[in-house]
């Protein structure tokens, strides 16, 4: 079972690992996680400082020297996506794994009260920016022997909630993309899967439930089996699939 999962301590030796929103929450967990397991990890965010003490901890923990590319994908275009991807290919000739963890909670209203500013930035860094590095970074993942894409859903990607408006909205759509991309790579060396967190202690969650009590939610740490099964070898046979981390 998944979530049970125990990596071999360098489950990820080798493995060229991209990390969205690697500079908080359950990114920065996974970021750290990786490297521990051996992967060169490359921490994308918004926050270069969050993203420069997540590398200086991989630094302090023995792990691989990581690459750092700051990016506000709410702004970012397909040639940001496009340059991102060379630089990646001109620097470790592939990429082995793509966990898209970073996204926007937006604001939680009535449907009737939704604004349109907000619906397009949470449908642009939670779908369209996939979208567009997704695909830029197809060629790199072809030339991996194993590569793996993971995608972050929700429980309101798979059934539609009362207020949670743009953001349930492209969480379905998250696990669509997810979806499609996995039924065209069947059969070659990309699988593609998705992760639903379930409540975790950060950022994210207490903005949505700020009366709740945090000690009584699960850690990023607790989610990391989930996280390290998908993106070793050992999930090479698995596609398509939408997985729960607890
Ligand atoms: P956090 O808000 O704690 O962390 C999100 C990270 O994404 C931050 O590092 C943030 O950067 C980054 N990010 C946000 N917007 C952008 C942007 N425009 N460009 C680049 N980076 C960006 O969220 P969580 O760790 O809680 O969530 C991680 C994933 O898990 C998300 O996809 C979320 O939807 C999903 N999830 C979380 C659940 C939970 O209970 N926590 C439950 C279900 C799903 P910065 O540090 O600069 O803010």
Do not use: C
Request: hydrophobic share 45%; charged share 20%.
């Amino acid at each position: 079972e998944h979530q049970n999962y125990q990596a071999p301590e360098q489950a990820l030796a080798n493995k060229i690992i991209l990390v969205t929103g690697a500079g908080d929450g359950i990114g920065r967990e996974a970021a750290l996680t990786y490297a521990k397991h051996g992967a060169t990890v490359i921490l994308l965010g918004r926050t270069v400082a969050k993203l420069e003490a997540v590398y200086d901890e991989i630094l302090a923990a023995g792990g691989a020297e990581p690459a750092i590319i700051p990016l506000d994908m709410k702004g970012a275009t397909e040639s940001h996506y496009r340059d991102m991807a060379a630089t990646i290919v001109d620097q470790f000739g592939r990429l082995d794994g793509l966990l898209h963890n970073a996204s926007l909670l937006g604001v939680l209203s009535p449907f009737g009260h939704l604004d349109l500013p907000t619906w397009n930035d949470v449908m642009q860094v939670n779908v369209t920016a996939q979208f567009m590095m997704t695909k830029a970074l197809l060629p790199a993942l072809l030339n991996s022997e194993a590569a793996s894409v993971i995608f972050t859903s929700s429980g309101v990607g798979r059934k539609g909630r009362a207020h949670w408006g743009p953001y349930a909205v492209s969480k379905f759509a998250t696990e669509g993309m997810a979806q499609v991309i996995a039924d065209e790579y069947e059969n070659t060396s990309l699988r593609v899967n998705v992760i639903n967190p379930g409540g975790t202690r950060t950022k994210m969650r207490a903005k949505a439930y700020p009366a709740e009590d945090a000690n009584k939610l699960k850690t990023p740490a607790d989610l990391m089996p989930t996280y390290l099964y998908l993106m070793s070898d050992d999930s090479k046979a698995l596609t398509g699939a939408s997985l729960d981390a607890q």
